[in-house]
């Protein structure tokens, strides 16, 4: 499978501080560019354990005793890490969103580039897809998805027209999708507009927020004392809960504070926001959202 360049990938690694000897965790293995950054500085008693939940990730599994991919959704991280004898580690790597090769193949739905199927499954086996969101979701439902995944400020307008269409027929496709909604995609903003709608209804179908939630929670479990995590959010949503979540070890609200006014935190930020450079972006497109933010467990 054709994997482009990781995006970041020597920030994201350097933020991991390796220990030749040490155990870390490369939740999101697609094409293996970080995975195989992070063996190479490995020592022969290092250890690597990768997640991914696309089955398609699996060609690139990596022949190195050192390591190990784990064919599941990194939201259940810390129960297959037990699973493999593995409870704590010393650092965690994460690259969010959808790997260049899902939006690369047609049939998988993800991409505003081509024709294919309402499907946007990372994970192949799951059973809801875009097609059910589409087609299936009441009024209430597609609002919410638009307006908080896409942070789309027309939801309700989009919702009415997608269920007005489907009353006629079945929305089946992406062709069919941008012509039930042309009339809100205008010819200088139409990929703008039209990436939100497709980030909306993936972030539903995958249940991406609460993934990441959940992963975020259990890395504090996962890691050890001085422990790292390096995370690579590509979108306003993602990135909000990474900073919060360092920040504060909440996704909502402030820590409480005791008689004085101090609050504990468990991390805490590792240097400023690293975003690429100018060089990167213009060899790999997709770096040109990313924002890289590293942490150490207090």
Do not use: C
């Amino acid at each position: 499978m054709e994997y482009h360049n990781p995006v970041l990938l020597h920030e994201s690694v350097d933020g991991l501080n390796i220990k030749p000897d040490g155990t870390y965790v490369d939740v999101t293995f697609g094409g293996g560019g970080h995975s195989r950054e992070i063996l190479r500085r490995l020592g022969p008693n290092g250890k690597l354990y990768a997640f991914d939940q696309d089955k398609d990730a699996l060609a690139n599994a990596i022949d190195d005793s050192r390591f190990t991919l784990i064919n599941e959704n990194f939201g259940l991280m810390k129960r297959f890490l037990r699973f493999h004898g593995v409870r704590q580690v010393d650092g965690i790597l994460g690259d969010l969103g959808v790997s260049s090769h899902q939006f690369d193949v047609p049939e998988r739905g993800f991409s505003t580039r081509f024709e294919g199927a309402l499907d946007m499954r990372m994970n192949q086996s799951d059973s809801l897809d875009a097609y059910q969101v589409v087609n299936t979701y009441d009024d209430a439902q597609l609002r919410h998805v638009f307006s908080e995944y896409g942070e789309l400020k027309n939801a309700a307008a989009l919702s009415r027209t997608i269920i007005e269409a489907r009353i006629q027929a079945p929305i089946k496709d992406t062709v069919q999708l941008k012509t039930v909604l042309y009339r809100f995609l205008p010819a200088h903003k139409s990929n703008k507009i039209l990436a939100q709608i497709y980030q909306a209804i993936r972030i539903e179908v995958n249940r991406e927020m609460d993934v990441l939630r959940d992963f975020l929670q259990q890395s504090l479990e996962v890691l050890v004392e001085g422990g790292r995590l390096s995370v690579i959010s590509y979108h306003s949503l993602e990135d909000r809960l990474v900073k919060r979540f360092i920040k504060n070890g909440m996704f909502e609200g402030e820590p409480e504070r005791d008689v004085f006014g101090r609050f504990s935190v468990p991390m805490q930020a590792v240097g400023k926001l690293v975003i690429p450079t100018e060089d990167e972006i213009r060899e790999n497109n997709r770096a040109r959202s990313a924002k890289l933010r590293i942490a150490e467990k207090l």
